[in-house]
């Protein structure tokens, strides 16, 4: 019988059409839905279409339905479901156009959410299957590269859609997303991995899996801060106006672009967990630097630098876990707890700095720091005792 490896190998176009769905589907669900968001701050606090404290909780919308789309995936087939959370997130574009309450669109940015928290469970579980072991590290730089392109697009777009108004802007993402999804709908392939709880039931989760986790989380807690306020940072917190906080959202866009596939390939090179450690010591100098960084050429850089670690980090927290887990039913279960423990932390760190922030009278650098500070947390874990590559209880 012929393995999907092995048919990769014997056709190696197969694989990218599969490849090009899962990067429109990070594109769509966490590039643009996420992510553009961020640019369009100062302009919804501007135009009047909500408070400056609510629009920053709208913005915390998406992460909380990001952790309720982590289970939720479990209970949906995946080709159908990655194209159902699709229209889900166009969906919530459009009803954006329209801002009739704070209730209104908390509804449709936490249903946004939802869906980009299915799809990231989903995508590699439905594509990666079908690549070949030495190519996974790349392929899923490339799916998740959509991220990145996500938060490009949404720094070059984003402006002279505004051009044209708030209304106009949120119907333009709309239709860029139901473009794409159109594109992605036959691109998923016929046989796909899915988890099931007598595939895979409940056993001891093995030290060196649980520090994935907890590093996992704090990375989360860490990239908070530079993915919500960073516009808003130049914007408004240095005086620099909108049009220098979309350059340097630029920037960062242009750091998403490239943080998928090099460290997807750091981790075909030089392991995950090596490549991990030095990635987390790299950000955590960044993050520093931009709470006392007033140029527009430091914050440029560190814009860049910063912009690959959210996009970046997955397809590395994904190879570690393949590292540890051999076994793909159970790498699809601790990928699926890795993800729930970075959403949670995602969602309370969302809340906690925007609390922070409205607490502070607007102070940005304060976050920074803390952002820091998680990032060295999570760099400090890698070197406990736990966190031997032991991780039997999920390989059998």
């Known amino acids: 019988m012929t ?11 197969g694989i990218w059409l599969p490849i ?52 939720m995936a479990h209970r949906l087939t995946n080709k159908n479901a990655l194209r159902l959370m699709m229209l889900v997130v166009t969906g919530a574009f459009f009803a954006c156009a329209f801002p009739l309450s704070v209730t209104w669109y908390f509804a449709w ?13 989903l995508v590699a579980a439905t594509v990666l299957p079908h690549v070949p072991a030495a190519r996974k ?100 917190g240095l005086g620099a106006g909108a049009r220098v906080g979309a350059l340097v959202w630029v920037m960062y866009g242009l750091g998403a672009i490239i943080g998928p596939v090099s460290y ?38 560190l814009a860049v630098i910063i912009g690959s670690f959210p996009p970046g980090i997955v397809p590395l927290a994904l190879a570690r876990v393949h590292e540890l887990v051999p076994n793909p039913h159970r ?17 309370l760190a969302g809340f906690s700095y925007t609390a922070l922030f409205n607490a502070s009278g607007g102070h940005h650098t304060v976050l920074f720091l803390i952002s820091a500070g998680a990032i060295l947390v999570a760099l400090m874990l890698d070197f406990t005792p736990w966190g031997k590559d032991d991780a039997k209880g999920l390989n059998s």
């Open 3 to 13: 393995t999907p490896s092995a048919a990769l190998d014997s056709a190696p176009t």
């Open 20 to 71: 090009f769905a899962g990067l429109c589907a990070s594109l769509v669900s966490i590039g643009l839905a996420r992510f553009a968001y961020t640019p369009l701050i100062p302009s919804l606090i501007e135009a009047h279409w909500f408070s400056a404290n609510d629009v920053v909780y709208l913005g915390a919308a998406n992460l909380v339905g990001y952790l309720i789309g982590r289970p």
């Open 109 to 121: 940015r936490l249903l946004s959410g939802i869906a980009g928290g299915a799809i990231m469970v």
């Open 331 to 347: 790498q699809q279960l601790a990928w699926s707890r890795a993800t729930v423990s970075f959403a949670t932390f995602q969602a």
């Open 264 to 301: 997807g390939f750091l981790a075909d090179h030089l392991g995950a967990r090596r490549s991990i450690r030095l990635v987390l010591l790299v950000q955590a100098i960044a993050l520093g630097l931009l709470a006392i960084s007033h140029t527009f050429m430091a914050l440029a850089l």
């Open 137 to 236: 590290g790349l392929a899923s730089g490339a799916i998740f590269l959509g991220i990145g392109l996500g938060i490009a697009g949404s720094g070059t777009l984003v402006p002279p859609l505004l051009s044209l108004g708030l209304q106009a802007t949120w119907l333009g993402l709309g239709a860029l997303s139901l473009v794409l999804t159109g594109l992605s709908w036959f691109g998923w392939p016929q046989e796909t991995v899915h988890v099931t709880a007598s595939a895979a039931p409940d056993e001891p989760t093995p030290p060196a899996v649980l520090q994935l986790f907890a590093q996992y989380a704090f990375m989360a807690a860490g990239l908070v801060p530079a993915m919500v306020f960073l516009v808003d940072y130049v914007a408004r």
